[in-house]
């Protein structure tokens, strides 16, 4: 009655109620039980297209599709800055459970370069996937047979060498060979590693740390050679089986990328329950069986919180490496 009388009085009010109530409704369709993201979600990949990280950011975005039906992955490469601007932009999604970021070592050494002011703890850890190991190449015709022989020429004269990003995993190990060997490299910093293989082959740099993704082509033609892996052993793959471990070589170093997916910062558990649970479909499809194979990827799975610890810990060990004195 009270209703009826107002609608006489307000003509229009019920209707606008009606209205106010079903979009206040829309906006919380999410609110009770199970969290889905709402229309296409977008993939963000830190670096240009080309490189080992934008192959990881595709293959994944693929296989989350393949993993939960009726899902949208759109990839997005950001690149500059050595990642730097790739990762800005996720900090403009805080909440937003819409996005999602193909991650890997470099959210832990742009921080401690002082390069940066965020942080991986500015970002929801969703999931490592793969590790992905280094080679250490050079052009057919090169005077070098192997990572003995860089460090030697690095003692008497200048080696270049080229690096995806000034402050990736390139940048680390080069460091630990610098500090390990008492050597000093010329650095010539890359945006991807899809920008390194021509510069080797070009002469415009003696030697790249490559994945084997992004060289195994040139491997394969002769064009390129490897030197030695900065893996802890040598590859099980026939392709790779016989380059030897930087340790083999008298270098004590060994370091890998990992491969994995980050969120924004400041989502709930229902979003982050959710993406942790997708993630953890996306290794038994065959899109990412595929990828591993054919980039010579090693499968290793960490989620939500133990991803997090596991970053935590390499960024400890990172930190004595990398961190700029205050």
Request: glycine share 16%; hydrophobic share 35%.
């Given at each position: 009655m009270r209703a009826a009388v107002l609608a006489l009085l307000i003509p229009g009010l019920i209707p606008g109620l009606l209205l106010g109530v079903t979009a206040c409704g829309a906006g919380n369709a999410n609110t009770g039980g199970e969290w889905k993201?709402?229309?296409?979600?977008?993939?963000?990949?830190?670096?240009?297209?080309?490189?080992?990280?934008?192959?990881?950011?595709?293959?994944?975005?693929?296989?989350?599709?393949?993993?939960?039906?009726?899902?949208?992955?759109?990839?997005?490469?950001?690149?500059?800055?050595?990642?730097?601007?790739?990762?800005?932009?996720?900090?403009?999604?805080?909440?937003?459970?819409?996005?999602?970021?193909?991650?890997?070592?470099a959210i832990l050494s742009l921080p401690l370069s002082g390069q940066v002011s965020f942080s991986r703890k500015d970002f929801t850890p969703v999931a490592k996937l793969a590790e992905d190991g280094g080679i250490l190449v050079v052009k057919k015709d090169s005077p070098y047979k192997s990572c003995s022989d860089v460090v030697n020429a690095a003692k008497g004269g200048r080696v270049s060498v080229g690096m995806s990003g000034a402050f990736g995993v390139d940048n680390v190990i080069f460091t630990m060979i610098e500090q390990k060997t008492g050597v000093k490299f010329q650095r010539v910093p890359f945006e991807s590693g899809g920008e390194l293989v021509p510069a080797v082959l070009g002469g415009q740099i003696q030697i790249a740390l490559l994945n084997p993704g992004e060289v195994i082509g040139q491997f394969r033609s002769g064009d390129l050679r490897g030197l030695c892996v900065t893996t802890d052993k040598r590859y099980a793959y026939p392709e790779l089986a016989g380059l030897p471990t930087a340790k083999e070589q008298g270098i004590d170093v060994s370091y890998v990328q990992f491969r994995g997916i980050f969120a924004p910062g400041g989502l709930d558990g229902r979003e982050r329950a959710y993406w942790e649970g997708a993630a953890k479909g996306v290794t038994k499809t065959a899109e990412f069986q595929k990828w591993l194979?054919?980039?010579?990827?090693?499968?290793?799975?960490?989620?939500?919180?133990?991803?997090?610890?596991?970053?935590?810990?390499?960024g400890t060990d990172l930190e004595p490496l990398l961190k700029k004195p205050s």
């Open positions: 993201p709402r229309g296409d979600v977008r993939m963000i990949v830190p670096f240009a297209a080309g490189g080992g990280s934008d192959l990881a950011g595709r293959a994944v975005a693929a296989a989350l599709e393949k993993a939960q039906p009726g899902l949208k992955v759109t990839v997005e490469n950001r690149e500059g800055g050595s990642g730097a601007v790739g990762y800005s932009a996720m900090l403009g999604k805080k909440g937003n459970g819409n996005y999602l970021l193909a991650t890997e070592n194979k054919d980039n010579y990827l090693q499968q290793s799975e960490l989620y939500g919180d133990a991803f997090g610890s596991y970053l935590d810990q390499v």
